[in-house]
């Protein structure tokens, strides 16, 4: 993928301060890396930590932990809980790891402010080009995330998959997840009705996810065809 899908879908970043809870700040959380899916609306909150100053008082670094899909798939196959299995698959980056130099001297004044006064605001829109990552990349793989975790939980929807392949539509980029979303993506094809647009957006979906699912089995078109002749409840109630 490239940053220009990031462009074209409008996807949005802002690096703010915190949120104070109950009066007080984790004191090594020193902000959020916000990302806005445009497709959907829905929000990615990365928390930004720093650990430590320089004697000269200076931050040392800024991290940003971001979702590794592969990682939390071998934890949890290796039978790892699912909230562990998050945590500590997460993959480790440096705020200049996704901004520009000339962003990240801009920023960093604030960001030590805030470190040593909990109580300071900032808050910055981030223009892609200021960014150094692929932003729409880093969107998917966090939306990944949440699909395994929502698979973990028996949670995932047909709209969950849905909003999956409207974001991926058009994209090239394939991952590598072996056959961890295939059966329930399959099952949610056997248990709900979808038109031809909505097929085409599962398949997009499951491709980009390495779960090669079977849109136009036979199986799952009787299965369609055994819901589209269903009598609905009016008809029922009319019939009695």
Do not use: C
Not at 24 to 44: A, L
Not at 75 to 94: Q, V
Not at 208 to 237: F, R
């Amino acid at each position: 993928m490239t940053q220009e899908k990031a462009i074209e879908r409008s996807h949005s970043l802002k690096i703010t301060s915190g949120e104070m809870i109950d009066g007080r700040k984790d004191v090594d959380d020193v902000g959020k890396f916000v990302m806005t899916n445009s497709v959907t609306g829905k929000e990615h909150e990365l928390t930004m930590w720093a650990y430590g100053l320089a004697s000269n008082h200076e931050l040392v670094d800024v991290d940003i932990y971001s979702a590794s899909p592969e990682e939390l798939i071998r934890m949890t196959d290796e039978g790892m809980d699912i909230e562990d299995a998050y945590y500590h698959s997460a993959k480790l980056n440096s705020l200049g790891d996704f901004i520009t130099i000339e962003k990240d001297d801009e920023i960093r004044p604030d960001i030590r402010t805030y470190t040593f006064n909990p109580t300071a605001k900032y808050e910055y829109d981030i223009p892609t080009t200021d960014l150094k990552m692929d932003l729409h990349d880093l969107i998917v793989k966090e939306e990944i995330g949440d699909l395994i975790i929502m698979k973990e939980q028996n949670t995932l929807t047909k709209e969950d998959v849905l909003d999956f392949g409207k974001l991926v539509r058009g994209d090239d980029t394939r991952y590598n997840l072996g056959d961890t979303l295939k059966e329930p993506i399959q099952n949610l094809l056997k248990e709900n009705q979808f038109d031809a647009e909505e097929l085409a957006l599962i398949k997009g979906a499951a491709k980009t996810l390495g779960a090669e699912v079977d849109v136009n089995s036979p199986e799952i078109a009787k299965e369609m065809q055994h819901k589209a002749k269903a009598p609905g409840k009016e008809e029922i109630e009319r019939s009695r």
